[in-house]
Nanobody
């Protein structure tokens, strides 16, 4: 069965850090582009980051978030630092067939999605 499972969400204070993980089963991450998306309350889903041969980031998170992948473990991480209240939302990972490069602003074309993990940034 093809599945993606996110974990690592929680409550963190502004300026804090949190690392999310996305573990795949039923397919190999190395064959796919992996993207991270989020949906804040009352807002549409937005792309946060993606990684193919190299990573890409939304302008809102550049310099604060780092995406990485461990293909041997079928796992992608999203390291988040200097978190802001506007980073609050449900974070999803998703997969699509491997591209040479990816665009973090593109939120279509992904075939597989995880269930999401809640990130709340609040004092």
């Amino acid at each position: 069965q093809l599945q993606l499972v996110e974990s690592g969400g929680g409550l963190v204070q502004p300026g804090g850090s949190l690392t999310l993980s996305c573990v795949a089963s039923g397919f190999t991450f190395g064959y796919y582009t992996i993207g991270w998306f989020r949906q804040a309350p009352g807002k549409e889903r937005e792309g946060v980051s993606c990684i193919a041969s190299s990573p890409d980031y939304a302008d809102s998170v550049k310099g604060r978030f780092i995406i990485s992948r461990d293909n041997a473990k079928n796992t992608v991480f999203l390291q988040m630092s200097n978190l802001k209240p506007e980073d609050t939302g449900i974070y999803y990972c998703a997969a699509r067939r491997l591209q040479f490069f990816c665009d973090a602003g593109v939120n279509t074309g992904y075939n597989y999605w995880g269930q999401g993990t809640q990130v709340t940034v609040s004092a």
